[in-house]
C-alpha cells in the first residue's frame, strides 16, 4: 500500500498519523488547529504544517475525514446517501490534489423529521467494524454531537444525532446551573454522574429533571465538585433514555476520545447495557480501509 497519511480534521482538533498496511498509528500528531481556527485560504499551510513532512514520501496519499470537508473547511465534499459502504464512500471522494491529497465525504441520512448528517463518524464507523471483525452492530460515537450509527452488512444504513455534548457545555457555561458548579469540572465523579442517569430516567423530562443540578446543590446533597459529573449524567441519560435500550440486545460498540468513552461507559454499565469501547484509532483504521478500496480499484 502507498505511503497513508491519515488527517481527523475536527471543529476543535487536527490530529494526524502515519498508518502502516495494517492501519495501525506508526506516529501520532495533535493540534489545536480546527477548522474553526483556520483563516480562509490558510488550510494548505496548516496541513503542511501538521503533516508536510510525512507527504514527502514517494507516492504518499493523504486521507482527510471530519470538518475539513464541510462549507467551512478546506473545500466542500458532498455527502454520500445512506445506505453507504466502504466502496460508496471511496467512490465520491473529493481530491483536494488529483491522487495525493483527498477528503472522505459525509453521510445524509432520512430522519423522521429531517435529514440527518454527519462527517468524520462514518469514517470512524467503517474502523470500528473493521477493528472488531464485525458486520452488523450499533456504534455509538460520544461528542459535541453523539451518534448512533446502525450498520448492517458492513454499510452504514442509518444514524441519529444528538446535541448531548452541545447542551452539557451550554448549561455548564451559560445558565442558571453554572451558579452552583465548580468552575473547573475536575475529575469525573462517578457516583454523581449515575445519579443524573437514574434523574434522567425517573423524570422522563429534560425540561425539569436540568433544574434538579441547582436545587440539590441548594439543599446540599450535592457538591460544587460533584455537580458537573451530575449534569453529565443527567444529559447522557435522557441521551441513552430516548433509545429505548435493552439489555438483551447484542452489545453496542462505543468509539470515540477516551474521556468520553469512559462516561458513556459509566452510564451504560450503570444501566446493565452491554458494550465494547474502542478509541479514537477507529478513525486510522477507517481511513486505512478506504485507502485499500482506493488501491483496490486501480
Known amino acids: ?3 497513508l497519511v491519515a488527517v481527523d480534521w475536527g471543529t476543535t482538533f487536527l490530529r494526524v498519523a502515519r498508518l502502516d498496511a495494517a492501519g495501525s498509528a506508526r506516529e501520532e500528531r495533535e493540534l489545536p488547529r480546527g477548522i474553526l481556527s483556520v483563516e480562509p485560504g490558510g488550510f494548505a499551510a496548516v496541513f503542511q504544517e501538521a503533516c508536510g513532512d510525512w507527504m514527502q514520501a514517494p507516492g504518499a496519499l493523504a486521507l482527510i475525514c471530519g470538518m475539513a470537508g ?38 445524509m441520512c432520512t430522519g423522521p423529521v429531517a435529514p440527518d448528517v454527519m462527517r468524520g463518524e462514518e469514517t470512524q464507523t467503517f474502523g470500528a467494524l473493521q477493528l472488531l471483525e464485525r458486520e452488523d452492530a450499533v456504534v455509538v460515537l460520544p461528542g459535541t454531537h453523539s451518534k448512533w450509527v446502525r450498520a448492517r452488512r458492513g454499510r452504514v444504513e442509518s444514524f441519529a444525532t444528538f446535541m448531548t455534548g452541545e447542551f452539557f457545555s451550554l448549561l455548564r457555561r451559560h445558565s442558571i446551573l453554572a451558579r452552583t458548579l465548580d468552575e473547573d469540572d475536575g475529575e469525573l465523579d462517578d457516583g454523581a454522574l449515575r445519579r443524573g442517569v ?3 430516567m425517573t423524570s422522563g423530562n429534560l425540561l425539569h429533571a436540568a433544574f434538579s443540578a441547582r436545587t440539590l446543590a441548594l439543599v446540599g446533597q450535592l457538591t460544587p465538585q460533584a455537580g458537573s459529573s451530575y449534569l453529565s449524567g443527567l444529559l447522557i441519560g435522557e441521551e441513552l433514555r430516548s433509545r429505548h435500550l435493552d439489555p438483551a440486545k447484542p452489545a453496542l460498540v462505543l468509539t470515540g476520545s477516551p474521556a468520553l468513552v469512559r462516561r458513556y461507559g459509566v452510564a451504560l454499565a450503570h444501566l446493565g447495557i452491554a458494550f465494547e469501547a474502542l478509541g479514537q484509532e477507529s478513525a486510522w483504521q477507517g481511513l486505512a480501509a478506504i485507502a485499500r478500496c482506493l488501491q483496490e480499484r486501480t
Do not use: F, H, K
Not at 84 to 95: E, R
Open 1 to 3: 500500500m502507498r505511503p
Open 70 to 107: 464541510s462549507r467551512q473547511g478546506w473545500m466542500e465534499a458532498p455527502y454520500a446517501a445512506c445506505p453507504a459502504g466502504l466502496s460508496d464512500v471511496a467512490n465520491q471522494l473529493t481530491w483536494v490534489e488529483p491522487d495525493r491529497i483527498a477528503i472522505v465525504p459525509g453521510l
Open 198 to 200: 437514574d434523574a434522567a
